[in-house]
């Protein structure tokens, strides 16, 4: 997945903006004038269609637009909506990069070609959280100041929601993406002089650490616990200490390695206390 891939998101409004004027001017669809050798079934689907004949007008207004500053963003959005349209819950076999390639072919388009990319669906959620985030705080800037407050909480709890999404300096692309948000949320708020408990997004939490040692120094422990029980208080241990009650040497040794192996793990478990205490 590219790296910029949720960059779009915080000019979301901007490309939204652009399709819809695309939208406005399509008067009637015409499937009889979709090419079938194409785009095969989808060309039976009056709103596929349509949908085709935005993508279209899209990316030939971006096309056109030499100036256009935001292209590649613009082309994220594009893959976006193009699998929230025409992919996400159809029946048709297509990827984004697919029906790129398509619309070229048909219209001789030549734009996008190094940003678009497929989106899976958990990549269309994280995409959906961070376009809900902007939005929110877009309607704090906009509304009045007795109600700011009000949709200020919105955007903050709607952050705080996804806290467990992302630790402190992850690499994650959408975390990184929430965290361009959160800086952008408090430079923003810190102008205003209103609503101080709603100013700042806190960052996310560190990742736990020592969760990955527990389980081994846990686990040699059980075992080991296991052992000195199995050998002094079940009819296995009591049979072995029978079996070796001829032998005094062999059991001397045996039980001098099951204390070894209890001292062991008493040791390990100690040594894993100490820094957690410290800390």
């Known amino acids: 997945m590219s790296k910029n891939l949720y960059n779009f998101v915080s000019s979301f409004s901007t490309y939204e903006g652009i399709k819809n ?40 207004y971006l096309q056109n637009d ?55 669906p958990e990549t269309f959620k ?14 704090t800037l906009r509304v009045d100041d007795e109600f700011t407050c009000n949709q200020a909480k919105i955007c903050v709890e709607l952050y705080k929601s996804l806290e467990k999404t992302c630790y402190l300096n992850s690499n994650d692309l959408f975390c990184k993406g929430i965290e361009k948000f959160r800086e952008a949320y ?38 080991s616990f296991a ?5 002094k208080f079940t009819p296995l241990g009591s049979w072995v200490r029978h079996r070796l009650s001829g032998n005094k040497s062999l059991k001397n040794k045996l039980e001098k390695e099951l204390n070894a192996s209890q001292n062991s793990s008493e040791l390990q478990d100690m040594e894993y206390r100490v820094p957690y205490n410290s800390s």
Not at 112 to 117: H, P, Q
Request: net charge neutral; with cysteine; glycine share 2%.
């Open 21 to 60: 004027k695309c939208n406005d001017e399509i008067d009637q669809v015409d499937t009889t004038l979709c090419n079938y050798s194409i785009f095969e079934k989808g060309c039976k689907d009056i709103h596929f269609y349509r949908n085709y004949l935005i993508a279209e007008k899209y990316l030939t």
């Open 66 to 120: 030499e100036i256009f500053p935001y292209a590649e963003n613009a082309c994220k959005y594009f893959s976006y909506w193009v699998y929230k349209e025409m992919i996400m819950n159809k029946t048709y076999s297509y990827s984004v990069p697919m029906l790129h390639g398509n619309i070229m072919r048909n219209k001789n388009i030549q734009i996008c070609k190094e940003y678009v990319e497929d989106i899976t």
């Open 126 to 139: 994280n995409i959906e959280n961070l376009i809900d985030l902007y939005e929110k705080f877009l309607e």
């Open 186 to 223: 408090n430079k923003t708020m810190k102008t205003k002089i209103i609503c101080d408990e709603y100013k700042i997004l806190q960052p996310f939490q560190k990742r736990p650490e020592r969760l990955s040692n527990t389980i081994p120094v846990v686990a040699i422990t059980a075992i």
């Open 227 to 231: 052992s000195i029980m199995t050998y």
